[in-house]
């Protein structure tokens, strides 16, 4: 019971504590409601929630905002030629697929070209904006003006003028090899010529000439270069085009009257044109037909390439053999006896031919061999003679003859004898006989014409000098004039014929 009752002073006691304490806090807040710092201190606060919370709320939509603008952002390229804007495009791919497809369709429409697009100058930046809009279809279709198509080239030049273009150096090199080969039908053996066995012993004849020939080189005379070049495709050249413009070149059409005192090779010399284009054009014209007024076609085709051929030339001939005379005081003049018949021989003329373009530009005579020489004819002869008739064997007409030019077709026509040079420019008679002729003859210039009264006679042309007249007889050896550079004549030299009844022979068998 004591027990019992003391709990409840205890609880007794604690609920007037509490009470004392709530009228104590209730006290305290009247007094701060009379108090005016607090009434401001309480207002502040409550302006300072409510400025927190619209600050929570302001910033609650400004996140939102942003992730508004964000989702909404687009990203693209600026494109420039050079420092001006042309517009903009999504993607670099863009570009990129426009780029390959227009030269897609470039090499289509130029399927022998190396088509190209030149992009140089074209540079793009990245860039994004809110709901931006690229122009990538009018930016597209300005490029096709600011990036021209073209086509990669070689420049091909002779002697540093312009030619034309093809399309790399492979072709160029491949149209040089094809116009090289146009004039070097022996191309395929050089360096290794076959000998052509002649006409065995027993049947040779006056005719039996066989020909060994042996391309040493081939180049151009002109300079010939090539350099890279970004053209259009429409000013390439097809193989064939730059073939034919190189070997075909310019045409000039000319014409020339013939004066008194013109030869073919002067005319060639005034006028810069070729003999063979004189000859060519004009078929009447020959070394005895040129006639003062006659109007000459000149026109003169100009390759802008010459392709210099030079070949190691040699000729069999057939030598014929020469005669030893015994004389017999007892024979009458005129009449004679072969004791012995001659038989023919074999040598081999070595020469050496530069050709321009196929065409014979220069002929040297490098040597002679003799395969099989010639058995003379042993001929008895009365020594009562009559004056000028030959012995129809002939001797050399200069000392120390070089050979210049052979006998047979030289620029397109016949040449009739052999031309020859000498330090020693005198002439003498190639056998004994009677002066025909001794003045100026057309072509030949200062020209003599020896009768050897036994089928044959002799021409020699272009002198300088005529040292016997007509009527005169000459002995073998015997001076008669000096080599020259008269009538149709390129340099000092003399051209020598040897005519057998009437039909022109080659010296060289005779020699």
């Known amino acids: 019971m004591e027990r019992f009752n003391g709990n409840r002073r205890e609880e007794k006691e604690q609920m007037n504590d509490r009470n004392r304490w709530q009228q104590w806090t209730a006290a305290w807040r009247e007094r701060l409601t009379r108090n005016p710092a607090t ?96 122009t990538t279809e009018a930016t597209l279709a300005k490029l096709d003006q600011l990036t021209p198509a073209y086509a990669e080239g070689v420049e091909l030049k002779i002697n540093g003028a312009t030619v034309g273009y093809v399309n790399d150096e492979a072709t160029a090199e491949k149209i040089l090899k094809q116009v090289k080969a146009k004039y070097t039908p022996s191309a395929s053996n ?20 066989k ?70 054009n004009n078929p009447t014209v020959g070394e005895e037909r040129l006639q003062d007024g006659q109007i000459l076609n000149l026109t003169d085709t100009k390759p802008l390439i010459t392709v210099k051929t030079v070949e190691a030339y040699s000729e069999y001939l057939v030598t014929e053999p020469q005669k030893m005379i015994k004389e017999d005081p007892n024979m009458r003049s005129g009449e004679s006896k072969v004791v012995r018949k001659g038989k023919q021989g074999l040598k081999r003329m070595s020469y050496r031919l530069v050709k321009d373009n196929g065409k014979l530009s220069h002929e040297e005579w490098i040597e002679q061999e003799v395969v099989e020489p010639a058995i003379p004819e042993i001929v008895i002869r009365g020594t009562k003679v009559v004056r000028g008739e030959g012995t129809g064997s002939f001797d050399w007409p200069v000392n120390s003859a070089t050979l210049t030019s052979g006998f047979g077709k030289r620029w397109g026509r016949m040449h009739k004898g052999i031309d020859m040079v000498s330090s020693d420019r005198s002439i003498m008679a190639a056998d004994e006989g009677v002066v025909l002729f001794a003045g100026v003859k057309n072509g030949y210039g200062n020209c003599i014409i020896v009768n050897h009264r036994n089928g044959y006679k002799t ?33 000092t030299h003399l051209h020598f014929e040897i005519i057998k009844n009437d039909e022109v022979q080659n010296p060289l068998k005779y020699l």
């Open 39 to 134: 009434r401001w201190m309480t207002k502040r606060k409550r302006t300072i929630v409510f400025a927190m919370s619209g600050m929570a709320l302001a910033a609650s939509a400004v996140w939102g905002g942003i992730t508004y603008v964000q989702a909404n952002t687009i990203p693209f390229y600026h494109v420039y030629h050079q420092n001006e804007l042309v517009g903009t495009v999504s993607a670099l791919e863009e570009v990129e697929q426009y780029y390959a497809a227009r030269l897609q369709k470039e090499q289509a429409k130029y399927p022998n070209a190396h088509m190209k697009i030149n992009r140089e100058g074209i540079r793009t930046i990245e860039d994004s904006g809110f709901k931006a809009k690229p």
């Open 190 to 209: 050089k360096g290794n010529a076959k000998e052509v066995r002649v006409l065995a012993a027993p049947m040779r004849s006056a005719k039996a000439t």
């Open 211 to 280: 020909a060994v020939s042996r391309l040493e080189s081939v180049s151009f005379r002109e300079r010939v270069s090539t350099e890279n070049a970004n053209i259009s495709p429409d000013q390439l050249m097809t193989q064939d085009e730059a073939i034919s413009k190189l070997t075909t070149g310019l045409t000039n059409k000319l014409q020339y009257i013939v004066r008194a005192g013109d030869t073919v090779s002067s005319i060639a010399n005034k006028m810069n044109v070729s003999m063979d284009a004189i000859y060519h």
């Open 459 to 491: 021409l020699y042309g272009h002198l300088s000098k005529i040292n016997i007249n007509a009527g005169d007889i000459v002995e073998k050896g015997q001076d008669i004039g000096v080599m020259g550079n008269t009538g149709d004549s390129t340099g």
